[in-house]
């Protein structure tokens, strides 16, 4: 009883953030770009969606915190890509269009 009490707890947890990752349009459009360009730079993310670049990183952070996105360092470059659970948003949000 109580272990499931903590795993509701948790799952709330988890869908608090996720919810807060999607809670603004610029973070909807960068999951959606990021998942029609797999692997991109936080430089083609802020070109391609017209954002400043200060604004992408601002917004992907929170998308990695809400375990939407990961980051992936190649030398200098920071390649960005969907989690699984990103990949999961995704696809509910393409059932809404």
Do not use: C
């Not at 996105?69 to 200098?76: D, L, R, T």
């Amino acid at each position: 009883m109580v272990y499931n009490k903590i795993m509701k707890k948790k799952i709330v947890k988890r869908l608090e953030r996720i919810f807060k990752g999607v809670g603004q349009q610029k973070r909807v459009r960068i999951i959606d770009f990021i998942a029609r360009e797999n692997n991109t730079t936080l430089w083609q993310i802020s070109q391609g969606l017209d954002i400043e670049f200060r604004n992408a990183s601002h917004h992907t952070e929170i998308l990695e915190k809400a375990g939407l996105i990961e980051k992936n360092y190649v030398g200098k470059s920071v390649m960005h890509f969907l989690t699984p659970y990103g990949e999961k948003v995704y696809e509910f949000m393409k059932t809404l269009k």
